[in-house]
C-alpha cells in the first residue's frame, strides 16, 4: 500500500465515527430555510451539501482543506528551482488534510508514474473522431471509454462490502488522474499543432509533463502547476463539482462521474468564463484603435458597456467580497514574467478602474476581479490561442478536486442524492398563504 492510501486510510477511519454521530445524534437538527426565489433560482445558497476538500469563505478565497491560496503555494513543496508547487502535493493535500514533504510528494509522482500508460485504444477512438469537433467532446469521450478500466464497477459486480467502496475507487482515481495530462496534450497537438504529438517526459512531475507535452517551453511547467492549483476544486456545488459528485452518488464509478463533470464544465455559463473575458478584452482593444488607452478612455469603454445592460466579464462573484486570491496570484507571475505584454497592460488597467466605475454604478455586491479575469491572458501569451481548449485544461484541474469528493463521499458513505421536486402550483399555494 502506497504511504498516500495508508494516510488516506487512517483519516477515514477517524472521521467515519464523526458523520455517523451527525446523523445518530443530531440528524432532525436544521441547517437552512429555504425560499421560493432560491427553489426556482437554481437553488442557490442552499445549505444542502457536504465536502471536506475546499470552503469558500468570502473575506478570504478559496481554502484547500482551510488553507488559504498563498498558504497553499508557501507550504506545498516545490520542484528544484520552480516557484509553483507540485500538483502531487495539492492532490496529497486534498485527499488527507495535511501540508505532504518532499517524501510524500514522491510517492504521489511514483504512483502517477506507474499508471499513466494510456491504452492504445482511446488514442485510436480520438484519431476516428472527425477533428472539428469541439476538444472537450473529445476529452469527455476519452474518460468515459476508460470506462472499462474500473475496478469499482468489477469488484462492485464482486459484492465488495460498502465500508470498501472507498478501496477501488481510489484506485480508478489515481489511474485516470495519471492519464488525463497526457490525453488533454495528445488532443491539444492532435488537433491544434498538425497532429505532432509529444510523448510524455518520464521524468518529470505532473505539471512540467504537460507543459511538456503542449510543446511550450518554461517557465509554462510552472504555469501549468498554478493553473490546475486555482482550478482544482470549488466547494461542490457549481455545476462540474456538483454533477461529478451527482453521478457517483449513484455508485456510478469515477470514469462515467468525471466524463459527466467535464459535461457540465462545457456550459457557457460555467467553464467558458476566461474565454469570453479574453475575447471582452481583444474586443476592447479593437474598439480604442489597437492602441494602449488612457485611464479616461478605458473609463469611458466600461461605463458604455454597462449603460447597454451588459456585464464586465471577469468582475463580481456571488460569494466572495474581496478581490478573488486565484487572480492575485496570477497577477503576481504576471507582473513577474509578462508585466510588458499587451494584453495584460489591459489587464492591469482593467483592475484599476473596473472596481471604481462598478462601485460608483451601486449594483454589483463585489466589483473586484474574480479567476477568469486573466486565466485566458496567460495562455494567449504562452502561444495557446485556441478559445475552446482553455477548458479543457480547467477540466484538468478541476478532475483533482472532484476525484478527492469523490472517494471521501465513497467513505463516508454518502447517499444517492434525491431531491424532492413541487410542481408551480404547489409554490403559489405556499406563496399565497403567506
Same mark, same amino acid.
Given at each position: 500500500?502506497?504511504?498516500?492510501?495508508?494516510? #488516506?486510510?487512517?483519516?477515514?477511519?477517524?472521521?467515519?465515527?464523526?458523520?455517523?454521530?451527525?446523523?445518530?445524534?443530531?440528524?432532525?437538527?436544521?441547517?437552512?430555510?429555504?425560499?421560493?426565489?432560491?427553489? !426556482?433560482?437554481?437553488?442557490?445558497?442552499?445549505?444542502?451539501?457536504?465536502?471536506? !476538500?475546499?470552503?469558500?469563505?468570502?473575506?478570504?478565497?478559496?481554502?484547500?482543506?482551510?488553507?488559504?491560496?498563498?498558504?497553499?503555494?508557501?507550504?506545498?513543496?516545490?520542484?528544484?528551482?520552480?516557484?509553483?508547487?507540485?500538483?502531487?502535493?495539492?492532490?496529497y493535500l486534498l485527499l488527507t488534510g495535511e501540508i505532504p514533504s518532499q517524501e510524500d510528494v514522491d510517492d504521489v509522482? +511514483?504512483?502517477?508514474?506507474?499508471?499513466?500508460?494510456?491504452?492504445?485504444?482511446?488514442?485510436?477512438?480520438?484519431?476516428?473522431m472527425p477533428r472539428d469537433i469541439h476538444p472537450m467532446t473529445l476529452f469527455s469521450a476519452a474518460v468515459l471509454a476508460?470506462?472499462?478500466?474500473?475496478?469499482?464497477?468489477?469488484?462492485?459486480?464482486?459484492?465488495?462490502?460498502?465500508?470498501?467502496?472507498?478501496?477501488?475507487?481510489?484506485?480508478?482515481?489515481?489511474? #485516470?488522474?495519471?492519464?488525463?495530462?497526457?490525453?488533454?496534450?495528445? !488532443?491539444?497537438?492532435?488537433?491544434?499543432?498538425?497532429?505532432?504529438?509529444?510523448?510524455?517526459?518520464?521524468?518529470?512531475?505532473?505539471?512540467?509533463?504537460?507543459?511538456?507535452?503542449?510543446g511550450v517551453d518554461e517557465p509554462f511547467d510552472d504555469v501549468s502547476r498554478l493553473y490546475f492549483i486555482l482550478h +482544482?476544486?470549488?466547494?461542490?456545488?457549481?455545476?462540474?463539482?456538483?454533477?461529478?459528485?451527482?453521478?457517483?452518488?449513484?455508485?456510478?464509478?469515477?470514469?462515467?462521474?468525471?466524463?459527466?463533470?467535464?459535461?457540465? #464544465?462545457?456550459?457557457?455559463?460555467?467553464?467558458?468564463?476566461?474565454?469570453?473575458?479574453?475575447?471582452?478584452?481583444?474586443?476592447?482593444?479593437?474598439?480604442?484603435?489597437?492602441?494602449?488607452?488612457?485611464?479616461?478612455?478605458?473609463?469611458?469603454?466600461?461605463?458604455?458597456?454597462?449603460?447597454?445592460?451588459?456585464?464586465?466579464?471577469?468582475?463580481?462573484?456571488?460569494?466572495?467580497?474581496?478581490?478573488?486570491?486565484?487572480?492575485?496570484?496570477?497577477?503576481?507571475?504576471?507582473?513577474?514574467?509578462?508585466?510588458?505584454?499587451?494584453?495584460?497592460?489591459?489587464?492591469?488597467?482593467?483592475?484599476?478602474?473596473?472596481?471604481?466605475?462598478?462601485?460608483?454604478?451601486?449594483?454589483?455586491?463585489?466589483?473586484?476581479?474574480?479567476?477568469?479575469?486573466?486565466?485566458?491572458?496567460?495562455?494567449?501569451?504562452?502561444?495557446?490561442?485556441?478559445?475552446?481548449?482553455?477548458?479543457?485544461?480547467?477540466?484538468?484541474?478541476?478532475? #483533482?478536486?472532484?476525484?478527492?469528493?469523490?472517494?471521501?463521499?465513497?467513505?463516508?458513505?454518502?447517499?444517492?442524492?434525491?431531491?424532492?421536486?413541487?410542481?408551480?402550483?404547489?409554490?403559489?399555494?405556499?406563496?399565497?398563504?403567506?
Amino acid at each position: 500500500m502506497s504511504k498516500l492510501k495508508a494516510k #488516506l486510510h487512517e483519516k477515514i477511519v477517524g472521521w467515519r465515527p464523526r458523520t455517523q454521530r451527525l446523523l445518530k445524534e443530531y440528524g432532525d437538527v436544521k441547517v437552512d430555510e429555504v425560499t421560493i426565489s432560491q427553489v !426556482i433560482g437554481g437553488m442557490r445558497d442552499i445549505k444542502s451539501l457536504v465536502t471536506d !476538500i475546499s470552503y469558500l469563505d468570502p473575506q478570504e478565497g478559496i481554502r484547500f482543506r482551510g488553507f488559504t491560496i498563498p498558504e497553499v503555494i508557501e507550504k506545498l513543496p516545490k520542484p528544484a528551482g520552480k516557484e509553483m508547487p507540485y500538483v502531487e502535493g495539492l492532490f496529497y493535500l486534498l485527499l488527507t488534510g495535511e501540508i505532504p514533504s518532499q517524501e510524500d510528494v514522491d510517492d504521489v509522482i +511514483s504512483e502517477f508514474k506507474k499508471r499513466s500508460r494510456v491504452p492504445q485504444y482511446i488514442f485510436d477512438l480520438l484519431r476516428g473522431m472527425p477533428r472539428d469537433i469541439h476538444p472537450m467532446t473529445l476529452f469527455s469521450a476519452a474518460v468515459l471509454a476508460m470506462q472499462r478500466e474500473s475496478l469499482f464497477a468489477k469488484e462492485y459486480h464482486n459484492g465488495i462490502h460498502k465500508n470498501e467502496y472507498w478501496n477501488p475507487t481510489y484506485e480508478d482515481a489515481l489511474n #485516470l488522474l495519471a492519464k488525463i495530462p497526457q490525453i488533454a496534450a495528445y !488532443i491539444f497537438r492532435m488537433k491544434y499543432r498538425a497532429d505532432t504529438i509529444i510523448n510524455p517526459d518520464p521524468n518529470l512531475d505532473w505539471g512540467g509533463n504537460f507543459a511538456h507535452m503542449m510543446g511550450v517551453d518554461e517557465p509554462f511547467d510552472d504555469v501549468s502547476r498554478l493553473y490546475f492549483i486555482l482550478h +482544482s476544486d470549488h466547494e461542490s456545488g457549481n455545476v462540474s463539482a456538483h454533477i461529478g459528485h451527482l453521478v457517483s452518488s449513484a455508485l456510478s464509478d469515477i470514469y462515467y462521474a468525471m466524463s459527466s463533470m467535464l459535461n457540465g #464544465l462545457s456550459g457557457p455559463l460555467h467553464g467558458l468564463a476566461n474565454q469570453e473575458v479574453l475575447n471582452w478584452i481583444q474586443n476592447v482593444r479593437k474598439h480604442i484603435g489597437n492602441k494602449t488607452p488612457t485611464d479616461e478612455e478605458m473609463r469611458q469603454y466600461v461605463w458604455e458597456t454597462l449603460k447597454s445592460g451588459q456585464v464586465i466579464p471577469g468582475y463580481g462573484h456571488a460569494v466572495l467580497r474581496k478581490t478573488d486570491p486565484r487572480y492575485t496570484a496570477q497577477r503576481e507571475f504576471c507582473l513577474k514574467y509578462m508585466k510588458d505584454d499587451e494584453l495584460f497592460k489591459f489587464v492591469d488597467q482593467l483592475y484599476r478602474i473596473v472596481p471604481g466605475v462598478l462601485l460608483e454604478q451601486g449594483k454589483a455586491k463585489n466589483p473586484w476581479p474574480n479567476v477568469d479575469a486573466q486565466s485566458g491572458v496567460i495562455l494567449w501569451h504562452y502561444g495557446i490561442k485556441e478559445y475552446d481548449f482553455y477548458t479543457v485544461m480547467f477540466g484538468v484541474g478541476r478532475a #483533482l478536486g472532484v476525484a478527492s469528493n469523490i472517494i471521501w463521499a465513497r467513505a463516508l458513505g454518502y447517499a444517492l442524492e434525491r431531491p424532492k421536486s413541487l410542481t408551480t402550483e404547489m409554490l403559489e399555494e405556499i406563496a399565497f398563504k403567506k
